[in-house]
Each structure stands twice: as C-alpha cells, then as structure tokens.
C-alpha cells in the first residue's frame, strides 16, 4: 500500500456531504458574489481568529498584495520578507515596485530570525512580513519588540497557519493584518483558490473593501483606482462549512505529529520543533542525503514532497537582482527539508508504515 503525501478522498470523507449541500444551496439562491455567504462567512472567520474585521479575497497572494497596495507600498519602498519560504510571500512585494529584503531564518523554527529581523531594517522599510511557516507560528513576541522599537507594521502571513497560535493569539490576528490562503491542501482549504484578509484596524479595513472590489461598495461609486478580487458566493459556503470542523481537524494532525515525533528516531533524520500552537501544515524533516531518503521513502511506500527546493532568491523569477544574496542558511534548510504526509485521515497503519520507513532509512555504502 503507498500512503500518498495528500489525499482529498481521505481527508474530506467527514464534511463532503455537508459541503454539497451548502454548494447546492448556494447555486439555488442565485447569489453568486458578494453575498451572505460571503458575509457569513467572514463573521465566522473574523470571530474565529478573535479580530474584528475579515475580508474574503481570491487568493492568498492576491491577500498580501491588497495588504501592502491598502498601506501604499510603492518602488520606494523596501519590505522585509523571510527568505525561507514559498514564492508567494516575496511575489507581491515586487508586483508592487518594492525592494524585498529577505531575512534569514531560525534554525529551529524555520521562521523569520528576529533579531537578523532588526539589523534589515533602514529608513525605506515600511513593513516587517512574517510567515508561520509550515503551520509553526513564528516568534511574534520578539518581532513585535522589533516592529514596535521602529514603528513598523507587521503582515502575518498565515497562509499555512490557520488556527495557529502564539501565545494563546491566533495566527493572523497579531500584527496589523493577516493574510489567508485556503488553497484546497491547506488546513482550511476551499475547491479552488480562495483567500481572506484579517485585521483590528478600521481604516485599512475601509480600504480593503474598496480595493477588493473595483475600488468601490458603491455600486457604479468608484473612489480609488482598485482590483477585483472577491471570494465568490459557493467558495464561501464551502469554508463557512468547513471552518466547523477546523479545530478538530487541527487537533489530528496534532496528533499525527505527535506519533511521528515520539517514535521516528533515526540519527539521520533531524526532527521539527515542537513550538506550542503549532497546526502541522507540513511535518518536515532534515536529512543530509535527501535524494537517498526519499528514494528509500519511495522504495518503502511512501510518498514526500519538498517544501521547498529552490528558495525564492535562486528562483528565475529573483535569480537575476537577489542571486548574489549571503543566504547560507535558508540555502542549506532547501538542500536537506522532506516533507512528510500528515493530514487528517492518514490511517493508523499509514501514519506507522511512515515512522516505519523513517526508521528503517540507512546511509548509503
Ligand atoms: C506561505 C504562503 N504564502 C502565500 C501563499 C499564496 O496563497 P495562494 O496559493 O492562495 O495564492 C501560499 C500558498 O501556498 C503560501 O504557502
């Protein structure tokens, strides 16, 4: 039997038919955006993250771009951005004219190191981007210390953190937004692209909601020059029903990551942190050899992925201004991370035959 890195048959088996349902619901009232559901679902999340306002946008790259245009970062601009992480995070900052200047990480956590954080900063920063990569929240205390001394906003990048927690905090609700991604894989994901903005502070919120929608909520009344990215009427409905079981779903990968980290003991294999508040997105492991484990993982049934292989400052996108960067770190984190199975649904017999094959993995003569 393999045990595939991500399977939606698995994981969906308690919530598809309560999802038909709303989806067919939806498709009988005829509202397709900008709709109760959309609202309803908004309040949901906004309640659930503990802020006070909460946009469905298109996508979570669409979320941080509406973010950082709403706080008019421009060519003149610097952000600072984690460098360890997917593409995403860096790919609106550019859109916007910006210069990114990405940050190493922390050994442990993977996430933005804070006090690299602090010697980035110059007078052009406008805004400190964090990412709770992997589903670990990053070290929001030390960063907000940072932020706070230089008066600088912070944009969660919640992508891959929904329900995480930083000291009882939801990801998403501690810097001035959060950004949202429920690309079908993630913890929240919806049947498509989907996103959502979260924040406490009204005037950015005022704006958001102008910015998403063609730079109006008048219709035909357009104040500012804006885009068109709503979360439509059945993605809505579809995460509104989803978000219900969010906790417990959460709760199993915990789980999950608990039996792996209890009983996958190989020297070879260096084990994630166990942070508190942790939503175990990903399970990644280091390993010298990669090709070698994952050939062995592959031999012994089952499948991994590499979150991620090349970071985004080697990338063709960025190779050509930010190539030259001194990266070692982030560098050598993309050289060694596997990325286990862990969703909710893995059987017991998979989640074994997983720490089996961990285990059994030796270095090739
Ligand atoms: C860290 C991070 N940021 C942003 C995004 C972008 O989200 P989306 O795919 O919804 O545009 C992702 C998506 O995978 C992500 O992992």
């Known amino acids: 039997m393999t045990v595939r890195f991500f399977n939606f048959a698995a994981e969906s088996q308690d919530y598809m038919a309560a999802v038909r349902q709303a989806i067919d619901d939806t498709i009988s009232s005829g509202q397709f955006i900008l709709g109760p559901k959309l609202q309803a679902f908004e309040t949901a999340f906004a309640e659930y993250i503990g802020v006070n306002h909460c946009l469905g946008v298109s996508n979570g790259l669409d979320a941080i771009r509406l973010i950082l245009k709403a706080l008019q970062i421009d060519e003149h601009a610097e952000v600072i951005v984690p460098a360890h992480t997917f593409i995403a995070s860096w790919l609106?900052?550019?859109?916007l004219g910006a210069k990114i200047i990405p940050v190493e990480p922390d050994d442990q956590d993977y996430n933005i190191n804070p006090a690299a954080l602090e010697q980035a900063i110059t007078e052009r920063t406008k805004a400190i981007m964090v990412v709770h990569l992997y589903g670990a929240p990053a070290n929001m205390s030390a960063i907000r210390a940072v932020a706070d001394r230089h008066q600088l906003p912070v944009i969660e990048d919640a992508a891959q953190a929904q329900g995480a927690k930083c000291e009882g905090a939801m990801a998403g609700s501690m810097g001035l937004a959060g950004a949202f991604s429920f690309y079908p894989t993630k913890n929240l994901g919806a049947l498509g692209d989907a996103g959502a903005i979260t924040t406490n502070d009204q005037a950015l919120y005022s704006r958001l909601l102008k910015l998403r929608n063609y730079g109006s909520v008048v219709k035909y009344q357009h104040d500012m020059p804006g885009l068109n990215?709503?979360?439509d009427e059945i993605q809505?409905?579809?995460l509104l029903e989803k978000l219900t079981y969010l906790e417990s779903k959460n709760q199993q990968r915990n789980q999950i990551a608990g039996q792996f980290l209890q009983n996958i003991k190989n020297p070879l294999l260096r084990?994630?942190?166990?942070v508190s508040g942790h939503v175990w997105h990903q399970f990644v492991v280091r390993v010298t050899d990669r090709q070698a484990f994952m050939n062995h993982l592959q031999n012994q049934g089952v499948e991994s992925m590499i979150h991620y292989p090349v970071p985004?400052?080697?990338s063709g996108a960025y190779q050509k201004e930010?190539?030259?960067?001194?990266?070692?770190?982030t560098e050598q984190i993309c050289q060694q991370v596997v990325s286990l199975p862990i969703y909710p649904g893995l059987s017991e017999q998979e989640i074994q035959?997983?720490?089996a094959a961990c285990n059994?993995?030796?270095?090739?003569?």
């Open 360 to 365: 059994s993995f030796q270095e090739p003569l």
């Open 229 to 231: 990215c709503r979360l």
């Open 322 to 329: 930010y190539g030259d960067s001194h990266l070692p770190l």
């Open 236 to 238: 809505a409905a579809v």
């Open 271 to 274: 084990l994630p942190q166990q």
């Open 92 to 95: 609106p900052v550019s859109d």
């Open 353 to 355: 035959q997983v720490i």
């Open 312 to 314: 985004p400052h080697l």
